[in-house]
Each structure stands twice: as C-alpha cells, then as structure tokens.
C-alpha cells in the first residue's frame, strides 16, 4: 500500500482529474460501482503520478495487481450480464478481444515501469486515463444501451447494430494526452504553491511560538485570536488554557492591579493607541510574578481595525534586582551617616584635649622667656594646631560624602604659616645638610585669604 499511503499523506485535497457524472453512469447499479472504484482510484493516484516527471514513483507494483484484479473482476462480472441476457455474439467477441488487450497493455506498461525501461509516472497515468475513458464512455456504455434494448424487447442482433462501431478514436486519444499534460500543469503548481504556504506557514509559526515575550492577538470583540506557547512559561498556564477561558488573565491579577488591568482589557479600541503597564500575576504554584505589558492597535491592508497585539514579559526579576539595589543604597546610606556622626563625635573628643594642649602652651608662652624652650613650645603649638586643622580635614571629608560641604575664606597672615611651615622642617632639613630659605615677594600681601585646613599653618593669626 506504499503508493496510496503516499498519495494521501503528500497530496491530499488535490483537485481531481475526473469527476464522475452522469456521462459515467449506465444505469446497470455493479457496474457503475466498478467504474467509481476506478475513477476514484484514478483521482487518488493522479497528482503523485502527474508530478513524478519522468520518475516512476515507489509502490507502482501495487497498482499494476489492483489494475489486473480489477480488469478480472470487471470483465468477469460483465460477461455473467451478457451471457444472461443473451448478448449478441459478436459484442461478446470484441469484450473479449478488448479484455485481452488491455490485459496485455497493463502487463507491457508494468515491464516498462518495474524495469525503469522508459515508462513514466505520467505516461502511466495517460495510459490509464485514455483506457477508463475509452472503455467506460465508449465499450461499457455500448453494452449498456444493448442490455437496455433488449430489456425493452429488441433482439440481441437488431440491439447491437443499432449502436454503430466503438473503434479508438485517435482525436479521443490526443485529448486524453492533452488533458494529462494540463493536469500534470496545474498539478505542479498547486504542488509548488503548497510547498510555498507550507514554508511561509512553518516560518511564520517559529517566528510567533519562539519569541521569549508571550505574544497575544486579541479582536475587536475581545475572542483571542493567537497566543504564542511562551504563555506557559510565563504564566504557569498554556495557550489552551486561554482560549477556553477568555478572562483567565483577569482571575490570575494581583486584587491591587485588578482594576487597572481590567479597564485596559476592556478599552482595547482602535483609539486607544499604544499602552504600556506592569502588574503583577499568581502562576499555579501561588507565586506572584511581575508582568510587563505593551500593545498597540493593528489594522488589515485596507486601514481597517483587527484587534490589538501585545507583548507580555515576565519582568519578576528586573523589579527583585531593582529593590534590592534599593535596599542596599538604604543601607549604605545609613552606614555613611554613621560613619559620619562617629567621626564627627571622635574629632569633637580629640579636638578638645588638644585644645588645652594649646592654651596651656601658650600660657607657658607667656611666662618663658629662654629662646630655646620658648622655641620648643612654639613647635608644640604649630603642631598642635595642625593636628587640629587635620581633624577639621576629616570633618569636612565626612561632610562632602553628605552632600554638605562649604568653602571657607579665612583671613590669615601668609609670613605666619611660612613661619610655622619652617618650624616644622627646619631643624630635621638642617640635621641633613639642607638649607631652607624663605623669601616673600615685595608684591606679595602681608594678609590673604584662605581655606582652613592642614596645609593653611597660622590661621590663628586672623585679623
């Protein structure tokens, strides 16, 4: 069965080469449904034998044992009608001759197949065509009329030389061709238009049930029209599950979202234009997922409205990253105030001590009058202070991380600094070898203005 499997599976709904009709029928009720087997059979295995070319298709030796069987059974059941109803000799020497003819015609065409010798998968179908129009529209219709004639009273002599002779008509045969060719024609091309469709279809279809988003077509009175298989991914649910129940997507929305969700769905008119909203969904297994939608009109080649098509993207993950950066800016926030208020609460406890290490220098100032201790207790108040400007550093360090960072201007005598930078280094610069001179310009100013901080040495010196 090879042959007709193959027919049905690749070219089924072909059109049909012969469509019985009125013009098949004789009226006798076995032999007319020989002749619509035979027909039908000739339509089955017509568009795989038109558009084998020059190709024999596999199978064929089936066809030929169903030919043979046929043409046994039918001749057989014919002569038991023209025996029984008496037949005039002489048509029941030409059904014999004809038997016989087409028994050897099968057995030389199935040769000429099986050995691939020539024979074609459309030259068979020609062959066969030109014989069951040959045969049913002209001997069987012949035999027809004779076996009603002689039902109605005529003699078998008289009932046969009234239908004439039923020779082959070679303008019969060129049609018959000429029909095949045409057929083989169109077959072919409905057979490329198919393969066409099939691949536009096939592209079509990956394109639409691949995409990660679930996409959705849903027409103006709101029936889902596609919904790619994404959906099951998404929503725990699959297309099916959509179709069947059109407000399934409403049922599954957060009660916060609801309203908003179902307003949208229930607005999607040609005027609405293009949306975009996330709400959020419960999958089977009572997790909510976060949903990004976006969808916009379509409309046909004629500007007319078909609905709306969106894309749905499970954005669950996107929202979970985003609060958790959230969280974690909170947090670092929070650790930078506290570090701020630590060290503003540690400069303010070192700064005090410090500041009595200064005025009690500076008292000992005061009393002191030898160079060298005065020289030391100059050093220590230098050093000091600039202990103190380099918390006043950190202080600001703390404000600039909160935003709250403001430039001094500070008055404060420039030959003082230099003075009290050259405290600092001078005397380490000398045990080295090295000299340290300072010289101020004659057009630099006695007094400027400054930052506070731990390189502006002398600040206390002010106006």
């Known amino acids: 069965m090879r042959c007709a499997h193959w027919a049905r599976a690749h070219l089924d709904g072909a059109m049909s080469l012969l469509g019985w009709n009125s ?19 000739v339509n089955e295995l017509a568009p795989l034998l038109a558009t084998a070319g020059d190709q024999v298709p596999d199978g064929i030796a089936e066809l030929f044992d169903q030919l043979r069987d046929y043409a046994d059974r039918h001749f057989a059941s014919e002569e038991e009608l023209m025996s029984s109803q008496g037949v005039d000799p002489r048509h029941i020497a030409k059904h014999h001759e004809a038997h016989r003819r087409f028994a050897a015609e099968v057995e030389e065409m199935a040769a000429a197949c099986l050995s691939r010798g020539g024979a074609s998968g459309r030259k068979l179908l020609g062959f066969i065509t030109h014989w069951v129009v ?65 691949e536009l279809e096939l592209r079509n279809r990956l394109i639409a049930d691949y995409t990660c988003d679930w996409e959705t077509w849903t027409a103006p009175d709101g029936e889902m029209r596609y919904c790619s298989p994404s959906c099951l991914r998404i929503t725990g649910h699959d297309a099916k599950a959509f179709f069947d129940n059109p407000g399934l997507l409403l049922s599954i929305t957060h009660p916060d979202d609801a309203a908003v969700v179902g307003k949208h769905l229930c607005g999607g008119s040609a005027d609405a234009g293009w949306h975009e909203m996330t709400f959020r969904i419960r999958d089977p297994g009572g997790n909510w997922r976060w949903l990004e939608h976006v969808c916009q009109p379509v409309f046909d080649d004629d500007g007319q409205f078909q609905g709306r098509r969106a894309s749905n993207r499970d954005v669950s993950d996107s929202i979970a990253m985003a609060r958790q950066l959230a969280d974690a800016l909170a947090t670092a926030e929070k650790a930078a105030q506290a570090k701020t208020e630590f060290l503003s609460n540690m400069s303010h406890e070192i700064r005090t001590p410090l500041n009595a290490v200064v005025a009690s220098s500076l008292l000992m100032l005061k009393d002191i009058r030898e160079p060298g201790q005065r020289r030391r207790l100059q050093r220590i108040v230098s050093s000091s202070q600039h202990l103190l400007a380099l918390i006043s550093s950190i202080l600001d360090l703390a404000k600039i991380e909160a935003g709250k960072i403001e430039i001094e201007r500070t008055p404060f005598m420039l030959a003082s600094v230099l003075d009290t930078v050259s405290s600092q280094v001078e005397e380490r610069l000398r045990d080295k070898g090295i000299a340290w001179l300072v010289e101020i310009g004659p057009g630099v100013p006695e007094r400027v203005l400054g930052e506070r901080g731990p390189r502006n040495f002398g600040q206390q010196d002010k106006w």
């Open 134 to 198: 040959f045969h049913i529209l002209g001997e069987d219709q012949d035999l027809a009329r004779q076996l009603h004639g002689i039902g109605d009273g005529m003699a078998p002599h008289a009932a046969f030389e009234s239908i004439g002779s039923c020779a082959m008509d070679p303008a019969r045969l060129a049609l018959s061709h000429a029909l095949i060719d045409m057929y083989a024609h169109f077959s072919e091309m409905a057979e490329h238009h198919e393969t066409l469709v099939g």
């Open 23 to 41: 013009h098949f029928e004789t009226g006798i009720e076995s032999v007319d449904s020989q002749h619509r087997w035979l027909v039908e059979r």
